[in-house]
């Protein structure tokens, strides 16, 4: 099974695509599934509720996020993180 874990649509500032237009290419390269990560913000999910999935394709929705000092440590005083939380719709 192939997966892309991280996708952004038209609701986050670096693509153009319109959800459905995403599960369009990604099956076209035959992908079994996609995770919607949009940047910082749960609400551009939203929209997510409402496309056509086609049968048997995966649609998982995901939050990406990045930050610093989240972490510190004796070695280091902060660690820049990325963290991309995923879940099915």
Known sequence: MRI???????????NFLEP???????????LDGVCFTELHSMIPLWPLERIRIP???????????????VFKTD??????THMVSTWRI
């Open 20 to 30: 459905e237009e995403l599960i369009e290419r990604a099956i076209k390269i035959n």
């Open 4 to 14: 892309n874990l991280h996708c952004h649509s038209k609701y986050s500032a670096d």
């Open 55 to 69: 049968e048997g394709f995966y649609v998982f929705r995901g939050w990406d996020s990045s930050g610093e000092n």
């Open 75 to 80: 070695r280091f005083d902060a660690i820049e």
